[in-house]
């Protein structure tokens, strides 16, 4: 059974930096890809970053250039999230997603998902 579980969301103050993390289970996590979404208040889900089973990286988020880095650790079946110089704007919940292939932006490409990180930015 396919699971995915993030971790590593909370509360820090804006300018501040974050590392998410999920972890797979029950599956080759190393053949797949895995996406990087959030929901923020008003708008539907979106694709942050994602990163296939070879290390290849693509970012989607409509952010400035470097406060995403995604990265993969295939050994512990993990895939990282860092997010750097965090404003109010990001306050969601972060979720990981897995599909066999290539990184696909839209997340109806993606069959699996994890239930997802809350990301509170705030003073």
């Known amino acids: 059974q396919v699971q995915l579980v993030e971790s590593g969301g909370g509360l820090v103050q804006p300018g501040g930096s974050l590392t998410l993390s999920c972890a797979g289970t029950?599956?080759?996590?190393?053949?797949?890809?895995i996406g990087w979404f959030r929901r923020v208040a008003g708008k539907e889900r979106e694709g942050v970053s994602c990163i296939t089973s070879t290390g290849e990286r693509t970012d989607y988020a409509d952010a400035p250039r470097g406060r995403f880095t995604i990265s993969r650790v295939n050994a512990n079946d993990t895939v990282l999230l860092q997010i750097k110089d965090l404003s109010p704007d990001d306050t969601g919940t972060y979720t990981c997603?897995?599909?066999?292939?290539?990184?696909?932006?839209?997340?109806?490409?993606?069959?699996?998902w994890g239930q997802g990180t809350q990301v509170t930015v705030s003073s």
């Open positions: 997603a897995a599909r066999v292939g290539n990184c696909k932006r839209a997340p109806s490409n993606y069959d699996d």
């Open positions: 029950g599956f080759r996590y190393g053949y797949y890809a």
